[in-house]
């Protein structure tokens, strides 16, 4: 089934709208759209174009994905150092990949915007107290009391301006030359000097030093471009009022564009193809990020895959797959064989994280790293048997020192999770586990 009506900025209205907050106040809610609706964007048409193009790559095979960042961005974590930090280990995580894959990569931060979370249920109870669910800084405040559950419209407006904030510092620190390849230690974290991978990772760095300079002696010249990369940012299209009011048309260029983001993606909960989410993205030009699981049908993920790309361009369609190191054999191969058949291309990421979250006995949400790596393994090798490409992979992490996954070179157990569980939602992987999985991989595709 796909869906053939005609499409307008409102058109998703009419459709089934899930994971939506109540709003008490509907004047409000207009109020603070309209207000929103006026305001600068935050990317342009042409980085959108142009990271589509640079997606096209990655469906081909000529570049690999890395989308990362938290689960949740709240508006307190708008600040310096979460953003530099965040930036710097992405940024070697990179950097390992396109020594260790011999490809280049696209950057794409789960940032600048992640402010909207789904929720499985609509009420959270405690001690006999229920009260609204937290349902993302955009929406309301994480506190456990009536007045901070309210959702209230005005934070959509602080949501743009902590998006533009981080987007501009990023910005800055990208063009003031801070990921310049010269200068690795603009960009080094506090782990180089104490990780158990650290000597791999310096001797990379010699290794990467020494091909630069042998290059330039042999062109005679200082290579230029070094220290330009680009940054694209990404968030779960969610707040449909949100999406709706930064989705714009723009002088000199056909049809429409989420201006609020470079790459919009739909969630597992709300990727019904009747459903209101699905019905807004389709109308716009954007790469688009699609999360599918187990649940996803045959007939689901091609109905996705026309409505939302009725043309087959590549580069569109990024296909986010999630389905936990126990399910992916099961359901993968299956998936990628019912696009082949149907002759549907699309960019596969695997999204370790989503499939691989449990609770421990002391009541911490979290995730193995051994089973995080064990999917993005799985992932590289039903790619490769099933003759398809795994593009990329997507990522929750941050530049901190945190304890919410298990695992990994420093084997964070259950009591370790109690010191520095900051996550507001999901767990993500700290800077060491981080720079472990693009190890990892890169020893993967390489064995
Ligand atoms: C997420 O990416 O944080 C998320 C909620 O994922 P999913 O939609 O795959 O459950
Ligand atoms: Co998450």
């Known amino acids: ?24 106040d509907g004047n409000a809610l207009n109020k603070a ?34 989308q990362g960042g938290d689960c949740a961005e709240s508006f307190s974590d708008c600040s310096s150092p979460i953003i530099s930090n965040r930036l710097k280990v992405l940024l070697q995580m990179s950097l390992v990949l396109i020594h260790g894959l011999k490809m280049p990569i696209v950057r794409l931060g789960r940032f600048a915007g992640q402010y909207a979370k789904p929720r499985s249920s609509d009420i959270e109870t405690k001690d006999g107290v229920s009260l609204a669910s937290y349902r993302g800084d955009l929406v309301n405040q994480i506190a456990f009391d009536e007045k901070s559950r309210v959702p209230n419209p005005a934070r959509m407006l602080v949501g743009h301006s902590s998006s533009a904030m981080t987007l501009n510092f990023v910005r800055a ?28 990772y310096q001797d990379m760095m010699k290794k990467i030093s020494e091909s630069i ?6 062109a005679g010249r200082r290579l230029g471009n070094l220290s330009r990369v680009d940054f694209y940012s990404s968030h779960e ?31 597992l909960r709300t990727n019904q193809l009747d459903g209101a989410h699905v019905e807004l993205l389709r109308g716009i030009n954007n790469p688009i990020g699609i999360k599918v699981g187990k649940e996803t049908s045959k007939e689901h993920l091609i109905g996705l895959c026309q409505t939302l790309n009725p043309s ?27 696009l082949q058949e149907e002759g549907i291309g699309a960019v596969w990421c695997c999204d370790p994280m989503h499939g691989n979250t449990e609770s421990t006995s002391n009541g911490y949400k979290t995730r193995r790293f051994e089973n995080i790596k064990k999917e993005v393994e799985l992932a590289m090798e039903i790619h490769k048997s099933e003759n398809s490409n795994l593009g990329g992979v997507h990522l929750e992490l941050t530049g901190e020192n945190v304890t919410e996954c298990l695992g990994g070179a420093r084997e964070l157990n259950e009591k370790d999770l109690e010191r520095a569980y900051l996550t507001q939602v999901d767990p993500r992987l700290n800077y060491e586990q981080s720079l472990e999985m693009a190890m990892a991989i890169v ?3 390489n064995s």
Do not use: C
């Not at 603009?186 to 158990?196: M, P, R, T």
């Not at 300079?213 to 042999?218: D, K, P, Y």
């Open 1 to 24: 089934m796909t869906i053939t009506n005609k499409w307008s900025l409102e058109s998703w209205k009419d459709k089934e709208i899930r994971q939506q907050a109540t709003y008490p």
């Open 33 to 66: 759209v309209n207000k929103l609706t006026n305001m600068p964007p935050l990317v342009t048409s042409w980085e959108i174009y142009k990271l589509k193009k640079k997606l096209a790559e990655v469906q081909m095979g000529k570049r690999f994905l890395i």
């Open 173 to 200: 620190l990208i063009d003031g030359g801070f990921a310049d390849i010269r200068h690795p230690e603009y960009w080094n974290l506090a782990w180089i000097e104490h990780s158990g991978q650290s000597t791999e």
């Open 237 to 267: 299209a969610l707040h449909l009022h949100y999406e709706q009011a930064l989705t714009r048309e723009v002088p000199r260029q056909e049809g429409w564009f989420n201006l609020g983001t470079h790459f919009p993606w739909i969630g």
């Open 443 to 445: 020893s993967k595709y």
């Open 312 to 338: 087959n361009e590549a580069g569109k369609i990024t296909l986010i797959h999630r389905f936990g190191a126990n399910n992916i054999e099961e359901n993968l191969p299956r998936m990628i064989k019912s």
């Open 213 to 218: 300079e042998f290059a330039e002696i042999l």
